[in-house]
T-cell receptor, first 115, second 109 residues
Framework: NAGVTQTPKFRVLKTGQSMTLLCAQD?????MYWYRQDPGMGLRLIHY???????AKGEVPDGYNVSRLKKQNFLLGLESAAPSQTSVYFC??????????????FGDGTRLSIL | GQNIDQPTEMTATEGAIVQINCTYQ??????LFWYQQHAGEAPTFLSY??LDGLEEKGRFSSFLSRSKGYSYLLLKELQMKDSASYLC??????????WGAGTKLIIKP
């Protein structure tokens, strides 16, 4: 019953370093999402994907890139990390367009600190 | 702009009832979700409302009034394990989820 798995769970980076956050889901969901969660703010959508090979920008895409080469995996990349990207990152997936009342299922999050 | 308002924090007593309110102003409406998030954990789905009225699911109920842009989550027979943040999220006209900042619920014995 893995659901949505994120790796790593914690990471500390120096400004300017790059890294990739991995997200894998075993529920055969079409839609996948990357959010960031900051204190006092709601979840903010970074990028999302409506199917294998597709990606789209969310509310706060600058400084991030994504890829969905396989249906079950959604990768989030930081090309040149900045302190403003210190946050908790959540990956989520859903069966289809959320308008059909399909809830999003979340991973446990990646806590990222940029020094 | 789009806006979702929830109280930042609420305190209630074990065994009691608490109502967490959510008001929203969004470009269009295609449904409202409530999620629960324990500290340091992932959000988990609680309820979905798209029509006006009350949806009951065990100890938790969710109410929606589209004309007032208002929803509430009602938690009955509070247990210590209900201490968590409760997130309200609205699906806008583009089927994007707009999230509130969440309400931290503290349960006291």
């Amino acid at each position: 019953n893995a659901g949505v798995t994120q790796t790593p769970k914690f990471r500390v980076l120096k400004t300017g370093q790059s890294m990739t956050l991995l997200c894998a889901q075993d529920m055969n969901h079409e839609y996948m999402y990357w959010y960031r969660q900051d204190p006092g703010m709601g979840l903010r959508l970074i990028h999302y994907s409506v199917g294998e090979g597709t990606t789209a920008k969310g509310e706060v895409p600058d400084g991030y890139n994504v890829s969905r080469l396989k249906k079950q995996n959604f990768l989030l990349g930081l090309e040149s990390a900045a302190p403003s990207q210190t946050s908790v990152y959540f990956c989520a997936s859903s069966r289809g367009e959320t308008g059909t009342n399909q809830p999003q299922h979340f991973g446990d999050g990646t806590r990222l600190s940029i020094l | 702009g789009q806006n979702i308002d929830q109280p930042t924090e609420m305190t209630a007593t074990e065994g009691a009832i608490v109502q967490i309110n959510c008001t929203y102003q969004t470009s269009g409406f295609n449904g409202l979700f409530w999620y629960q998030q324990h500290a340091g954990e992932a959000p988990t789905f609680l309820s979905y409302n798209v029509l006006d009225g009350l949806e009951e699911k065990g100890r938790f109920s969710s109410f929606l009034s589209r004309s007032k842009g208002y929803s509430y989550l009602l938690l009955k027979e509070l247990q210590m394990k209900d201490s968590a943040s409760y997130l309200c999220a609205v699906l806008d006209s583009n089927y994007q989820l707009i999230w509130g900042a969440g309400t931290k619920l503290i349960i006291k014995p």
